[in-house]
């Protein structure tokens, strides 16, 4: 290899981090899983990433440096062509890295594994083609490792997949045996499609009060996250263990069930996503048939929203000990709003012949709904009412959930942390009772399998015809064109979706809707840094 190969290896350096980070991460955020990833392929992300300006600009260029083996003069022409080629890639990325809009992995020993063997890959075939003097496939080479990098890192992924089951599957046992003899902690599970990781947070920082609790941090929700917690984290001094947990299939709650072993479980809501995963909603029933069984065996409690139809819908075992709960006269748990004044709710909150009055900061009917269950939750753990009244005045919104930003003459709720129909719906509700301008910001729903059009089909007919929304920003969707052209259907004005927030962030009220809207938020908080 001669100085111009190198040099045009140090220039494809920072694409290759690029390209491999990126799938990397997606990887990662679909937790490994193929069902997962299947239902990314099935989306625009995914096509959008395969196929753009640089990887359409890339296939032609391999297709031209194979003609370097018949044509070795050639050579010269392709190493100007592929220098310059990365070098505009080079100034792309450093542009994202400035504007920091980078997507990284999380540094986890899988992480540090897959890369080690990649990086070793790379610098066997760098060595192989120093050794053999085989330089000139070493133009197509390069390409090929950008094309082929989601394959790439499949195929590392698999060769590490023995030993990352194997390690994975100790930690489970080790911390199912470990959870078993901890009798002297309550563990309550939270679960299910929206809505956990706030009602973790609520129960969670009232307990704590008084209690050692410990929780699941953040939306760390899978098996092999809550083995590790379990395993490092459990301790003795711990009174609480408040877990939020998530199955993507049949058969995997009941591996869930075994690592907490928990005594009081929550089903907060059932809706479509994720629908691609257990394929029906009688699967997604199923599964919780699994937990039911485990619940009534050990004469445990579990807490319904019974305000959510799928759930009402559900067969439960008659013996089992249910605590609905809703605003209906007729369920267990129940709530009444009184007033919303001065950024204080107060509600009527009845339970087992309690009735009671509370205070707290937390706004709107979504959050009252959801603190009905954690009350009731904190009487049948034997709290008295003067405590839950002291603790409600403390509660707030989690990071990133519900949070409400006041910044002079704008507002800006930040909910990049989860989205869900109702969710939105809820929050459709709380920026109506503002007379402010209303901007919505909104990324798409995913994992909806084939309901994912119709569903946001409806939430943007909704939308059109509340005719209280002024504007609206499409973070990166999958239905974007869809969305614009069934918004016009319904008379919203076209001119009132905007591209970005520089002239619509003084005296307005705007709503963060889900992970890719965060960006823009971010973008809006460095205005008042600065």
């Known amino acids: ?205 009232i307990l704590e009060q008084d209690w050692k609790t410990l929780k699941t941090p953040d939306n760390i929700n899978t098996e092999l996250w809550v083995s590790n917690i379990v395993l490092t984290k459990l301790k003795k001094s711990y009174k609480y263990f408040v877990a939020e947990m998530w199955a993507y299939k049949i058969w995997e709650i009941n591996t869930l069930w075994n690592i907490v072993n928990h005594k009081y479980w929550f089903l907060t809501a059932i809706w479509n996503q994720h629908l691609w995963l257990f394929r029906t909603q009688k699967n997604i029933q199923i599964g919780k048939s699994e937990i039911a069984n485990k619940i009534l065996k050990n004469k445990w409690k579990l807490y319904l929203n019974w305000n959510n139809k799928l759930i009402r819908k559900t067969h439960f075992n008659k013996k089992l000990e249910l605590v609905k709960y809703w605003s209906l006269s007729w369920c267990d748990a129940k709530f009444k709003i009184i007033w919303i004044k001065n950024n204080i709710t107060e509600f009527e909150f009845n339970y087992n012949k309690i009735n009671v009055k509370f205070k707290t900061e937390l706004l709107w009917k979504h959050n009252i709904l959801n603190l009905t269950w954690v009350i009731a939750c904190c009487y049948d753990l034997w709290l008295k009412t003067n405590e839950i009244k002291k603790y409600l005045k403390n509660i707030k919104a989690p990071k990133n959930t519900l949070n409400i930003i006041k910044k002079k003459k704008l507002i800006l709720i930040d909910d990049t942390y989860n989205l869900s129909e109702n969710w939105l719906y809820a929050w459709l509700d709380v920026i109506n009772s503002f007379k402010w301008d209303k901007i919505l910001v909104m990324d798409d729903i995913l994992e909806l399998w084939n309901d994912a059009k119709l569903i946001h089909y409806e939430i943007w007919k909704l939308i059109a015809k509340n005719n209280k929304i002024n504007n609206v920003l499409f973070c990166w969707v999958n239905y974007k064109d869809s969305f614009e052209e069934w918004l016009i259907k319904w008379w919203f004005n076209k001119k009132n979706i905007i591209n970005n927030l520089d002239n619509y962030w003084k005296e307005s009220i705007i709503l963060f809707e889900w992970k890719k809207a965060w960006k823009y938020l971010d973008k809006l908080k460095e205005l008042y840094v600065q």
């Open 1 to 205: 290899m001669i100085f111009e190969h190198y040099l045009l290896l140090i220039t494809t350096i920072l694409p290759l981090i690029y390209r491999y980070s990126f799938w990397l991460y997606t990887i990662q955020l679909k937790e490994y899983r193929w069902d997962r990833f299947k239902e990314y392929l099935t989306t625009s992300q995914w096509k959008s990433a395969l196929i753009n300006i640089w990887t359409v600009t890339e296939i032609p260029l391999l297709i031209i440096s194979l003609y370097t083996f018949i044509n070795k003069p050639f050579e010269i022409i392709i190493w100007n062509v592929l220098f310059v080629y990365f070098l505009m890639l080079n100034l792309f990325i450093i542009r994202k890295i400035i504007k920091k809009t980078l997507l990284k992995p999380k540094i986890t020993w899988r992480l540090i594994l897959t890369t080690a063997i990649l990086i070793f890959w790379l610098a066997c075939d760098i060595i192989y083609f120093k050794i053999t003097w085989s330089v000139t496939f070493i133009y197509s080479y390069l390409l090929w490792l950008l094309l082929l990098s989601p394959i790439i890192i499949f195929i590392t992924i698999f060769i590490t997949l023995p030993l990352i089951n194997y390690f994975k599957n100790k930690k489970i046992n080790k911390a199912i045996t470990k959870s078993n003899q901890k009798d002297w902690v309550i563990k309550i599970w939270i679960t299910w499609s929206y809505w956990k990781s706030s009602i973790k947070e609520y129960l969670s920082s």
